[in-house]
């Protein structure tokens, strides 16, 4: 509990020693490929201080090196000791080393870890995958970074997956938008939310969940879930895009703006934490919080916000 809210983080990624996302498309290996390494180098040279500054102004500590993992089992337990050091009911781990290692990871806490099956639809065997994922595995949900899937996100080929997730009554977590850190990919074929706008329209019994509000696409985020009731959003992260956009733009805002147009049923918390010595990112549920409260939403909603739409999507019991 905090501040008298259940709370369940419906976005995280576990920290493994192992590739965090593979299979899930290659576009950062194709764009490497296409630059030398030192220029690759250069890149991340010149876009550290912008990381560096980040760091600084949330006050968190660098992330441990590879050399530093304590390994896999060791970061489970980490993880439930942050869980209930700061009253989380349970969290989702979108990615984690594959299908069935981040299965593996959370069938050692199974009351608390909840994972999602992460795999490109465009694999030959995307459909089998996910139907062992999800009945065989355990795993409750979809997760996808559009970006760095080089198919378009739309086309057809893909709609075996998406049959299949309105099978299984699963939610599907994807990613639009600028992705990753400074230097990260900021335009891509699949960079625009409103690139689901037909998938979504076939699917309508499929939530479909568009992350970080949008991800710096605010404006085709609210217009494809005017189009589609089926579309919700989460909350995850620093959202530090809002300073690479025009305008005034505050999380406090997006919060207002969703809440005024889609409610609080589509709006679900998550905090997009994975590294440590950080761990849970305590101070994205603080502000988010408080920006709720100070917007004067009752309770109830609140709730839903922080805790009801991710127990009802992951099927949880509170």
């Known amino acids: 509990m905090y501040e008298g809210f259940e709370v369940i983080d419906f976005h995280a990624h576990f920290p493994t020693d192992r590739p965090w996302f593979p299979d899930m498309g290659d576009t950062m290996e194709r764009y490497v490929a296409q630059v030398s390494p030192e220029r690759r180098k250069l890149i991340q040279q010149m876009s550290q201080p912008y990381q560096e500054h980040w760091r600084r ?108 997730c309105a099978e299984l009554g699963i939610p599907v977590l994807i990613h639009f938008g600028i992705q990753g850190g400074a230097g990260g990919i900021a335009w891509h074929e699949n960079i625009n939310p409103l690139k689901l706008h037909n998938v979504a329209k076939s699917f309508p019994e499929v939530t479909f969940v568009i992350p970080h509000f949008g991800c710096a696409w605010e404006r085709e985020t609210l217009q494809l879930c005017w189009a589609c009731p089926n579309v919700s959003v989460d909350t995850s992260g620093s959202n530090q895009w809002i300073r690479w956009v025009p305008g005034e733009v505050t999380v406090k805002y997006l919060f207002r703006k969703y809440y005024e147009t889609i409610g609080p049923e589509r709006i679900i918390f998550g905090s997009d934490s994975s590294w440590f010595p950080r761990g849970f990112a305590f101070r994205y549920l603080q502000d988010q919080v408080r920006d709720c409260l100070d917007l004067n939403m009752p309770d109830e909603h609140i709730q839903l916000i922080f805790a009801g739409n991710a127990a009802r999507l992951l099927k949880i019991n509170l």
């Open 57 to 164: 102004m949330w006050n968190f500590p660098r992330s441990e090196g590879k050399e530093e993992h304590p390994g896999d089992r060791e970061q489970a337990r980490r993880w439930v000791t942050e869980l209930d050091k700061y009253g989380i009911r349970a969290i989702g781990f979108v990615t984690g080393g594959g299908n069935e290692h981040l299965a593996e990871v959370c069938s050692w806490h199974p009351d608390r870890f909840i994972g999602f099956a992460h795999h490109t639809p465009f694999l030959p065997d995307a459909v089998k995958r996910l139907e062992r994922a999800v009945t065989e595995l355990g795993l409750r949900a979809y997760k996808l970074l559009a970006p760095n899937i080089e198919e378009p996100i739309e086309d057809p080929a893909a709609y075996p997956v998406w049959e299949k």
